[in-house]
């Protein structure tokens, strides 16, 4: 059974900083992945990191690209994402994902990709 729980959601001002967590312990060698869903959308990628050891190779969707890093650290079995520069439009549910199979050529970005999924945590940037 999956145990994503996700941490470190809440408010800021907009120009502001959030660090996401999710656990990490049946995930240390699998690409994990953070979404976000805001009212009205469908859930999309925000960053993706590979199963390998640090640094692993990761991958953000364009609108975070320079303000969000996606990191594992093994040895606390966390996974992040540091949020900085923080826009009104990044308010969403985030989402934690893992996943256990799939093809080399998947869409890292894509729910589709994964298997496992947190509850989510809230994220709310006022302007």
């Known amino acids: 059974q999956a145990q994503l729980v996700e941490s470190g959601g809440g408010s800021a001002q907009a120009g502001g900083s959030l660090r996401l967590s999710c656990p990490t312990s049946r995930y240390r060698d699998r690409r994990m992945a953070w979404f976000r869903q805001a009212p009205g959308k469908e859930r999309e990628g925000v960053a993706s990191?590979?199963?390998?050891?640090?640094?692993?190779?990761?991958t953000y969707v364009d609108s975070v690209k320079g303000r969000f890093t996606i990191s594992k650290d093994n040895a606390k079995d966390t996974l992040y994402l540091q949020m900085n520069s923080l826009k009104p439009e990044d308010s969403a549910i985030y989402y934690c994902a893992g996943r256990f199979i799939g093809r080399d050529d998947d869409d890292y970005l894509s729910p589709y990709a994964y298997q496992d999924w947190g509850q989510g945590t809230q994220v709310t940037v006022s302007s």
């Open positions: 990191i590979s199963g390998y050891t640090s640094p692993g190779t990761s």
